[in-house]
């Protein structure tokens, strides 16, 4: 009598179950990943969107509801404020140097998932490298240059740390007095 060759209950049992291991396994790293690429995703369009600010502050462009009198009609900014999960784009129209909501807004851009802006971002004075932690930072550049004014001094650097609260992974963005921008920890 001929009998035909196949696999068992048992085997195929087993190597589904392995199969099933290894897909878990493969799984969890990959949503592990998604979320450090979720917080370099974040760091990178904070960095593109502070150059975006920079450039309209370099092109002089006009902002609606801005005066050819005002000394700063063209001066653009951020405002980072610890604990968010956004930070606002603003022309700074009156020339104080921060954000005062209102007619000044541009947009809000939200970070990814649960990222945040850490609690307090900070900036260093350049001169004595004292470091000051302030819980709304703000960078405006000022044309032509443009010169960067950081929490209303232009002889600090600005740093910003975006937070993954989940796994407390954190990425760092900072502009210098020059208007250089730079993602620390890719």
């Known amino acids: 009598m ?3 060759k196949s ?3 048992i085997e195929l049992m087993v190597v589904l179950s392995v199969f099933v291991l290894l897909s878990g396994a493969m799984m969890v790293n990959f949503k592990s990943g998604g979320m450090g690429s979720s917080l370099k995703r974040d760091a990178s369009k904070m960095a593109l ?4 600010v920079e450039e309209m502050s370099i092109a002089a462009k006009e902002f609606s509801g801005s005066l050819s009198t005002d000394k700063c009609s063209n001066c653009y900014g951020i405002e980072f ?6 930070y606002t784009l603003f022309s700074d129209l009156d020339n104080d140097y921060k954000y005062d909501g209102g007619r000044e807004f541009i947009e809000s851009v939200y970070l990814e998932g649960k990222n945040i802006i850490e609690s307090n971002p900070y900036y260093k004075i350049i001169s004595s490298g004292i470091i000051h932690k302030v819980n709304n930072l703000t960078i405006v550049f000022y044309p032509p240059d443009p010169t960067v ?3 209303k001094r232009n002889d600090s650097e600005g740093f910003i740390v975006i937070k993954n609260p989940s796994n407390n992974d954190t990425k760092m963005v900072g502009v210098n007095r020059v208007g250089l921008i730079n993602v620390y920890g890719l």
């Open 2 to 4: 001929y009998m035909k």
């Open 7 to 9: 696999f068992t209950l």
């Open 49 to 52: 969107n502070l150059r975006k």
């Open 81 to 86: 404020v610890g604990g968010r999960n956004y």
């Open 149 to 151: 004014i950081v929490d």
